[in-house]
């Protein structure tokens, strides 16, 4: 969980240490002295810490790429420092946009009725219609057969239907024209259905016909039908060289097909993937740890837990004393930032690796007495 102290909340609690006169919102901009020096080594602190290790959880987080035909290597995002390998999955590229509405409905155009249409903050977010539609067009393959799922929910209760309509248009029906009624209220009811492009352009509609509920989107998603998720296996650079990149570098499509494996490239700064992907329609879901960009608003937060924030502000008291030449009290600083590290290495890094059997009906033989009994599992 992302932290929620601010950086003038830290800077405070140094100064407050210091004995110093304290910043607030409005005379943020203009520190001045050990105030703007302060400011100088929170961020340097929050540094020292971040690189103390390379794998500290709060800096975990989880990217996408999109593949190209053909294309074998790509770039890491700027934040980048370390990627998992073990977490890179090749899966099917989500053509909806916003599908999930997790903050809005936009992306999302509306075809007016009677009611309304719009956004409805429950769950994680969804679309409301009220006798309303709302289409969105996305780009298909001709021929190219699509999954579909959609999940919806009856506000009220009555059991009116969802009209999804998949065709050439909005509200077009060449490609799929079906219904999703709710009979579980209170749960909703899913879709999952596929249809076959017949344009490079197709039109996801959704229409609730009645204004006598309000039939909530929880999410729409589409994607090819025969992408499969599968784990990309990792090799290195080295086995890369001596084993695949002559199939890789015949220049023939011939040799293009679904990417089983991935490599981190020589200079670190992305990955490539073998063999060759033979179509547009992939997605590279992957792992890594980010680094962190320096705090510079009053308002700015740190990635950190709020736990843990003693730790940067006792580093920051370490710069603070070296600065005043109180060595004495710089090595006291110093002493309680390096013992908050070790806390968070065993808090934060510590991980059981193994499992317990819990399997308690063990069946005693007749072999042994009572006082020594012998067990078979």
């Not at 405070?12 to 919102?25: A, F, I, K, P, Y």
């Not at 020589?266 to 990955?271: H, I, M």
């Amino acid at each position: 969980m992302a932290g929620t102290k601010t950086y003038l909340t830290l800077i405070n609690n140094v100064l407050r240490e210091l004995n110093e006169v304290e910043l607030t919102s409005s005379t943020f901009s203009a520190s001045r002295g050990i105030q703007t020096a302060t400011k100088d080594f929170i961020n340097k602190a929050v540094n020292d810490l971040y690189t103390a290790e390379v794998q500290w959880p709060w800096l975990y987080t989880s990217t996408t790429q999109d593949v190209n035909s053909g294309q074998q290597e790509y770039t890491f995002p700027t934040a980048f420092r370390v990627a998992d390998f073990e977490s890179f999955y090749l899966i099917s590229k989500e053509l909806v946009t916003n599908g999930e509405f997790t903050s809005n409905i936009n992306s999302w155009t509306t075809i007016a009725g009677a009611g309304s249409a719009s956004y409805n903050s429950n769950g994680n977010g969804r679309l409301r219609l009220n006798d309303y539609a709302a289409h969105q067009s996305i780009s298909t393959v001709v021929n190219q057969s699509y999954r579909i799922q959609v999940r919806v929910l009856d506000s009220n209760s009555v059991g009116q239907p969802l009209k999804v309509q998949v065709g050439t248009a909005a509200e077009g029906t060449q490609n799929l024209n079906t219904t999703l009624t709710v009979s579980d209220f209170g749960k909703g009811a899913i879709l999952d259905a596929t249809f076959t492009a017949t344009s490079q352009t197709t039109f996801i509609t959704l229409n609730n016909t009645s204004t006598a509920t309000n039939l909530d989107v929880d999410f729409v998603r589409v994607s090819e039908k025969d992408v499969v998720p599968t784990k990309l296996q990792f090799i290195s650079y080295a086995n890369y060289l001596q084993g695949v990149i002559h199939r890789d570098k015949v220049n023939s499509s011939d040799h293009y097909a679904k990417p089983k494996s991935v490599y981190r490239t020589q200079d670190n700064l992305g990955f490539g993937i073998t063999p060759l992907p033979d179509r547009d329609s992939y997605q590279i879901n992957y792992q890594y740890y980010k680094s962190h960009t320096e705090l510079s608003s009053a308002t700015d937060t740190l990635d950190l837990p709020d736990i843990y924030s003693d730790v940067v502000v006792n580093r920051a008291k370490y710069y603070a004393y070296k600065l005043r030449s109180d060595i004495p009290s710089a090595n006291i600083a110093n002493a309680e930032y390096e013992d908050g590290v070790k806390r968070i290495r065993v808090e934060a890094l510590n991980k059981q690796d193994y499992m317990k059997d819990t399997r308690t009906n063990l069946e005693m033989s007749s072999r042994g007495s009572t006082s020594n009994p012998v067990f078979t599992y």
